[in-house]
Nanobody
């Protein structure tokens, strides 16, 4: 079994910063892509940022220049540094990992962490 757990959400004022963390654990041989998605109330879940095992990244246009994704392969952990936060960044943030285990790739999701940007 593989578990994915996010942490680091909370309430922050506009212009503030947060760092989210996400760790995958369990029967893992390797992890390829690790991703952050977000879902605001009444909206679809959208990709925020992706990082490959080699460190290549993509970032959504809406957060480019403000959010930075990084990872520690030794710890099976991905981070999302969020700066200059805006009220429209308010959402539940989900981590997703593409894991090689039991001779197959599978996608695993975390339970989500709430980020609220408000004064």
């Amino acid at each position: 079994q593989v578990q994915v757990v996010e942490s680091g959400g909370g309430l922050v004022e506009p212009g503030g910063s947060l760092r989210l963390s996400c760790t995958a654990s369990g029967r893992i041989s390797s992890i390829s892509d690790m991703n952050w998605y977000r879902q605001a109330p009444g909206k679809q879940r959208d990709l925020v940022a992706r990082i490959t095992s080699g460190g290549n990244t993509i970032t959504a246009d809406s957060v480019k220049g403000r959010f930075t994704i990084s990872r520690d392969n030794a710890k099976n952990t991905v981070y999302l540094r969020m700066d200059s936060l805006k009220p429209e960044d308010t959402a539940v943030y989900y981590c997703n990992a593409r894991v090689w285990a039991s001779l197959a790739f599978n996608m695993y999701w975390g339970q989500g962490t709430q980020v609220t940007v408000s004064s």
